[in-house]
């Protein structure tokens, strides 16, 4: 789920920022452009940790005195993978299933893959809920999800989901929270 990877990176200046500070310029405009970014091959950047090396300033050919810096980095990245567990909150429900984010990532549960006894229901806000109504997935819901497929874009990873399986389904917030009797 994350790993530390080492990556390089080209990063432009232009000559006002020639001087002094330039190698923290470096360092933000790197970050700036680096962190939430994603990538097909390393999937989300979530956080620069390390820079390595800063290579000497090469000036472009383009006649406007920008030079070209290689940056060479660590940084921890996010890119799940078929089979894994994630916890994630719910954004949409709909009839066919329903839509969650779990950090950076969209992934997509089907009613197909919900428990059996999970139904859903349209009254105020759509949500899906279990016979013995136990367990009710709605907006803003917690849940554990099993990654069962993955699509890999350019600049987004998108996956589907299923709680049809032990372990799976709402997380319970309550859960060792202590109970206060309001009883005077």
């Known amino acids: 789920m994350f790993w530390h990877i080492k990556l390089e990176r ?3 200046l232009e000559p006002r920022f ?17 962190e939430g970014s ?14 390595t090396s800063i290579s000497e300033g090469m000036v ?14 660590s940084a921890i990245a996010f890119r799940p993978f078929k089979g894994q567990v994630l916890d994630a909150v719910v954004t949409e429900v709909t009839k066919f299933g329903f839509f969650a984010e779990a950090g950076p990532m969209n992934l997509f549960v089907s009613n197909q893959l919900l428990a059996d006894d999970m139904k859903f229901e349209s009254t105020d806000e759509n949500c899906y809920v279990s016979k013995d109504e136990a367990v009710k997935v709605l907006k803003n819901s917690e ?16 996956c589907v989901a299923t709680m049809k399986e032990d372990y799976l389904g709402a997380i319970d917030q309550d859960a ?8 005077y």
Do not use: P, S, W
Request: aromatic residues 8%; proline residues 0%.
């Open 10 to 12: 080209n990063i432009v």
């Open 18 to 34: 020639f001087g002094r500070n330039m190698r923290e310029t470096l360092m933000q405009r790197l970050k700036h452009e680096v």
């Open 38 to 51: 994603c990538t097909g091959k390393h999937g989300y950047i979530v956080m620069v940790t390390d820079f």
């Open 60 to 73: 472009t050919d383009d006649g406007t005195a920008r030079a070209k810096f290689t940056v060479e980095f």
């Open 143 to 158: 849940v554990r999800v099993r990654v069962v497929g993955m699509r890999i874009d350019a600049q987004e990873i998108f």
């Open 176 to 183: 060792g929270a202590d109970k206060v009797d309001d009883a």
